[in-house]
């Protein structure tokens, strides 16, 4: 039985000691960091406020920025429904560079009342996210004409 716990006991201790991050490691990890990109958007929501249902698309640009020491690629843009649509630089960012993301809401593509859409960025730096709101008005005209008698809402 003592031999069986030091056993378990040695294999615990050596488990314990290869686990362990080397002094090199760290170095390697934290240098690795440093060159790797890093996506960074001052400010990720934006809203558009009320947007007449009819008037025509509204447009956003995000602007973003390559914090990282590697170069930025921005590889795709998800966004949440069909009434956004999204432009996106295809180009490598240079570390300290900035790029636009381009985010265009069309009213008439969905339902009036308040929206609110989540566009995802998926890049070499990972996966960010940021949202696009407002409401979307269904304009009724204030004066309607029936039977040549003239109504003011």
């Known amino acids: 039985m003592k031999k069986i716990l030091m056993l378990l006991l040695g294999c615990l201790c050596l488990a314990a000691t290869h686990g362990a991050p080397q002094s090199g490691d760290a170095l390697q990890s934290g240098a690795a960091e440093k060159e790797a990109p890093v996506l960074h958007i001052d400010a990720p929501s934006w809203n558009f406020g009320d947007v007449p249902r009819k008037g ?20 795709r843009v998800v966004t949440s429904c ?11 960012v240079a570390p300290g560079e ?42 009724e005209p204030k004066v309607k004409i029936k039977n040549d008698k003239l109504k003011i809402k």
């Open 98 to 139: 900035s790029g636009t993301i381009r985010i265009t809401y069309e009213p008439h593509k969905s339902e009036p009342g308040t929206f609110s859409k989540v566009i995802q960025i998926i890049s070499n730096a990972g996966r960010d996210v940021v949202t696009v709101r407002g409401t979307s008005l269904d304009e």
């Open 82 to 92: 069909s009434c956004v649509k999204a432009s996106f630089p295809k180009r490598p």
């Open 56 to 75: 025509g698309d509204v447009s956003h640009d995000f602007v973003f920025r390559n914090d990282g020491g590697a170069p930025l690629v921005v590889l």
